[in-house]
Structures are given as C-alpha cells and as structure tokens.
C-alpha cells in the first residue's frame, strides 16, 4: 500500500507529489530530518501560549501525507487518484504532551482495525489510521463509490474508536484527500497485518449528523 507525499512551494505556485510505502514511512518518522523542521516546529509550540498566533516559519517544508489516496499525474500534469486504500484518517488533537500521545496510541492499539497511530507533528495530536474495505476485502475503485464509502466509514470509525478513547475526536468531513504533516514519533504504533472493518457499499450520502454527530451526541455521555 502506497500513501502520497504533497509539497508545496508557494512561491513557485508549484506542487510536487511522491508515493511511499506504508511501512517505509513509519520507519522514516521514527527520527527527525536533518534540517530538524518537526523538532523546531515543537519547541516554538512549547514556548508559545495557546491562540497567540505564532506560525513556524519553516512550516511548508514539511510535506503533507495523504494517507487514504495514491495519486500520480495525468498527462496534462493534474493531480489525479490512481488507487484508493481504504485508510480513514482520526485526529485526537489538544493534548497536553507526549504521555497523553502514548495513552491515546495504547487505547487505540486496542482495536485489531487500527493499521497506525502515531504523534502529529505538534506533539499535541495522535493520527490514527483504520483500515476499511468492502464485504469481498476489495475496495471501491470509481470516484464516486470511493468518496461515498469514505464518508460512512469516517462515521463508523469515530462510534467504534471514541469509546476507547480517553479524549474526544477531532470531528471534521471527512474526504479521501485528507492529509496531516511529516511529523516524528520514536515509537509508533503499526500494524501492517490489521483486519479491515467491513463496509458494505453506501449508496448516498450520510444525514449532515454524521460529520458533527451534534458534538458526539454531547461528549458522549
């Protein structure tokens, strides 16, 4: 399974695109980049209060992951999906440090659908990967079908894993385009042998509930 490495150069208004394997991209977070951009992006979050505005000026050096989507180039240069991998991106965000990454990691390590977890680049978050696919193990492979099936899979991902989970996730709408940034975790979760959740394919869209679930059904309670 190949995931998308996207960066951008701003100035150029340029964007080019990689693929790397699953595997080879946990081991590569294991430790930082020469230049050191997750380190220092860290350590300006550590000395900056909280919406005070601060931005890492390095920031575009590190590329955006696009875990769900292989893309590559059409002729014309346009990005365009060449395979879709059944990886529904979760987010927990808003943690206090590296000791609730690694309560967050252990809990979601729990569920054998759970193929990664590991610390986003603030050191503040925890970006879970669970695996999805279709009753016959394949995937959906038209634009369409994959963005419906993505949609309820988000859906089923956040009522299986948030009961586990000591902190709320961090709800959004869902697509097969999300990405995160490059980040670091010297101990990353991964399981490259986990077992897909079953998913039979949507046929339409799932209620506006679904991406707010009117904030967890209130926490959750």
Request: net charge neutral; aromatic share 8%.
């Amino acid at each position: 399974m190949r995931i998308t490495f996207i960066k951008e150069n701003r100035d150029a208004g340029t964007e080019s695109i990689s693929t790397c394997d699953t595997a080879a991209f946990i081991t590569r977070i294991k430790s930082e980049t020469k230049p050191g951009h997750v380190s220092a992006l860290r350590t300006m979050l550590e000395y900056t209060s909280h919406g005070s505005g601060g931005t890492y000026g390095h920031i575009d050096k590190l590329p955006r992951i696009c875990p769900a989507t292989e893309y590559g180039r059409s002729r014309e240069g346009e990005r365009r999906m060449k395979r879709y991998n059944g990886i529904v991106l979760l987010e927990v965000s808003g943690l206090s440090g590296m000791s609730e990454t690694e309560l967050v990691k252990e809990q979601a390590a729990l569920l054998p659908q759970t193929y990664a977890a590991f610390a986003g680049s603030s050191g503040r978050s925890v970006k879970i990967w669970a695996l999805f696919a279709l009753p016959n193990g394949k995937l959906p492979q038209r634009e369409e079908e994959i963005s419906l099936f993505h949609a309820h899979a988000y859906r089923m991902a956040v009522q299986c894993y948030q009961p586990l989970l000591p902190f709320p996730v961090t709800l959004k709408e869902p697509s097969p385009a999300d990405t995160f940034r490059m980040t670091l975790d010297e101990t990353p979760y991964f399981a490259p042998d986990a077992v897909p959740f079953c998913l039979e394919q949507p046929v339409t869209m799932p209620g506006e509930r679904t991406f707010n679930q009117r904030k967890l059904a209130e926490n959750n309670p």
